[in-house]
């Protein structure tokens, strides 16, 4: 296994505006403000940045490949302005009926990830706006980041509490920008401490 430093990225309501009726189409593909930035932010500070996300509506027939694949070109084409980039998008296609191990919140996508880019899940951030998310990263052994947008931005701070204590050790952030300053801030302070020098690193500027 390599030490590449990766972070797993959920994609509806974490880094693109959620919707009751599913993300069909690349115009609805909006993205979050200060998302895009912050995964630059991410990347620029040394983190690979890998989406893992359910996509029923392939299996529910809502919109088709090619369409997901321009989705994700769009995505790809405004982070590229940012100067940041998604490694790779893994998706569970199937309808939640389908009973597959890789809809979250089962681990099928994390382990897919770990399995691709030779990486020991134990310790990686995985980031989402929901209880299945924060399930599925834990399954695999991630570290639970919750941001507060999304699902997660129609909460009340009780109902914050009550999915937290559902997944011990979860972090609340704001939103992704809180949580890239966040990481980048715990790694320079681990740099610190170690005497180690951040010269240039992960600036937040």
């Known amino acids: 296994m ?12 974490t880094i693109n505006e959620d919707r009751d009726d599913f993300v069909k189409t690349p115009d609805e593909w909006v993205p979050i403000p200060g998302a895009l930035e912050a995964i630059a932010r991410l990347n ?10 359910n996509q029923s509506g392939l299996g529910r027939g ?12 769009k995505m790809n084409q405004l982070l590229a302005k940012q100067g940041g980039r998604i490694d790779a998008v893994f998706f569970c296609p199937h309808a939640p009926e389908e ?6 919140p089962l681990p099928g996508l994390f382990e897919q990830i770990g399995e691709r880019f030779g990486v020991a899940l134990h310790d990686v951030p995985a980031v989402g706006d929901s209880l299945r998310d924060l399930q599925a990263g834990v399954a ?5 980041h919750l941001v507060r947008t999304g699902n997660a931005a129609r909460m009340s701070s009780e109902q914050i ?16 920008t809180a949580f890239a300053e966040h990481i980048v801030r715990e790694e320079r302070k681990g740099r610190t401490d170690t005497g180690e020098s951040d010269s240039g690193f992960g600036g937040l500027d």
Request: hydrophobic share 40%; glycine share 6%; with cysteine.
């Open 140 to 144: 695999a052994g991630c570290r639970p």
């Open 99 to 104: 009973s597959c191990h890789c809809r979250k």
């Open 161 to 176: 509490d009550a999915l937290c204590a559902q997944v011990p050790g979860t972090r609340v952030h704001a939103d992704l």
């Open 62 to 73: 809502t919109f088709d490949m090619a369409t997901l694949n321009a989705m994700h070109t």
């Open 2 to 13: 390599t030490s590449m430093k990766l972070i797993i990225l959920d994609r509806d309501g």
């Open 44 to 53: 620029h500070a040394g983190w690979h940045t890998v989406v893992a996300t």
